[in-house]
């Protein structure tokens, strides 16, 4: 199993949405560790370590997030994996 950790930043009408806390809820529906905060204006940026199989299905749905939200644009970088956290958290 190959552990990854992504940094991504979805930008578009993500904020007031409930964008996050739907994150939140895949995260742990993958087993997915880390965090997501709004930053700036229509962005919300997050951190998450897991396994490249779940990473990849957590990538595809905040390509579309939430029912309400409208994602313009995704982008993720990959970090080195660090184990960091202990579960997915809103931030604020």
Known sequence: MIM???HIIVS???????FRYYTKQRAKELDLK???????FK???MIVEGNEE??????SWCKEGPYYAEV????VKEEPYQKEFSDFEVRY
């Open 34 to 40: 880390g965090w997501a905060k709004n930053t700036g």
């Open 4 to 6: 990854k950790r992504l």
């Open 72 to 75: 313009e644009d995704i982008e």
């Open 43 to 45: 962005k919300v940026e």
């Open 54 to 59: 779940d990473l990849d299905k957590f990538v």
């Open 12 to 18: 578009g009408r993500v904020q007031g949405v409930n």
